[in-house]
């Protein structure tokens, strides 16, 4: 069967350490690939997608970075956090040409 | 371009009492319309989707919406609500490689 996973479930870092956040798909080969971030009343945001291995796409200019190494990890990365990168981080996969997405379980960040 | 309204932040409702959460959208593409539920600290859960064919969809507990093309509505309804619904609810247009969410609607059940 196709799962999610997402790590760890709950970060807390100090204002300008690195941060990494990893996501794998399992049961599936070559997906749609993305991270999304939840702000206090700011909804769901797209951060990044990838179409393929090494292939980012990024939706708004920031303080993160994307990769994807395997065809099924995807590791959103920050050289130095800020405050404002606080929040609720949910990857998700589709099936290409799919409307399926699926959701991970999630990564709360606080930066302190 | 594609975006969602969801002009309800919260919808404060009594159990048992039938509920709508609204939603408006707009896509220069091909739509494709999507509810979502988040429970505190969790993933999204998909309720119920339309991509084609009868405006009216049915999804799971119980709720259903109805795609309006010439309102550019998808509006959420559940006839009798539970304690269980509340949660946060996520509207979204999906076209190409992207998912695009709305600000989210908080919605309280209270006895």
């Known amino acids: 069967s196709q799962t999610i996973h997402q790590w760890p479930a709950t970060l807390v870092q100090p204002v300008g350490s690195p941060l990494s956040l990893e996501c794998t798909v399992e049961?599936?080969?070559?997906?749609?690939l993305y991270w999304y971030r939840q702000a206090a009343g700011r909804g769901l945001q797209l951060l990044f997608y990838?179409?393929?291995?090494?292939?980012i796409s990024s939706e708004v200019p920031q303080n993160l970075s994307a990769s994807r190494p395997q065809d099924r990890q995807f590791i959103l990365s920050s050289k130095k956090l800020l405050l404002s990168d606080s929040g609720f981080y949910l990857c998700?996969?589709?099936?290409?040409?799919?409307?399926?997405?699926?959701f991970g379980s999630g990564t709360r960040l606080t930066v302190v | 371009a594609q975006s969602v309204t969801q002009l309800d932040s919260q919808v404060p409702v009594f159990e048992e009492a039938p509920v709508e959460l609204r939603c408006n959208y707009s896509?220069?593409?091909?739509?494709?319309l999507f509810w979502y539920v988040q429970y505190p600290n969790q993933g999204l859960q998909l309720l119920l989707k339309?991509?084609?064919?009868?405006?009216l969809v049915k999804g799971i507990n119980g709720f259903e919406a109805e795609f309006n093309k010439s309102q550019t509505s998808f509006h959420l309804r559940k006839p009798s609500v539970h304690i269980s619904d509340t949660a946060e609810y996520f509207c979204?247009?999906?076209?190409?490689?992207?998912?695009?969410f709305g600000t989210g609607t908080q919605l309280k059940v209270e006895l």
């Open positions: 979204a247009v999906g076209g190409g490689n992207k998912l695009t």
């Open positions: 896509s220069s593409v091909s739509v494709y």
């Open positions: 998700a996969w589709k099936v290409k040409g799919s409307y399926g997405y699926t």
């Open positions: 339309y991509l084609s064919g009868s405006t």
């Open positions: 990838s179409v393929g291995i090494g292939q």
């Open positions: 049961g599936t080969s070559n997906p749609n």
